[in-house]
């Protein structure tokens, strides 16, 4: 996971964060890989850095970012 250290989010955004994350994760088809569940995690913090507070625009953004990751 990349380093967001110097990031701070109060607990209403935490709870957005949380439920776009939920969100996301329960539209994978199972088993759902750790890789996968990081990369929605941190597509989440990033775009909840920049400002976004719409969970389902987190949700989205989060999921198509998975979608156009290269494959390892």
Known sequence: MK?????AFSPEVVEL????????????????HSSHVNALA????????AGER???TLQRI??????????N
């Open 42 to 49: 941190e597509s989440i913090l990033r775009t909840a850095g």
């Open 3 to 7: 380093n967001f250290s110097n990031t």
């Open 54 to 56: 719409n969970v389902a």
């Open 17 to 32: 964060m949380t439920t776009a994350l939920e969100a996301a994760v329960a539209t994978l088809p199972e088993p759902v």
């Open 62 to 71: 989060a999921l198509m970012e998975l979608q156009l990751a290269p494959r």
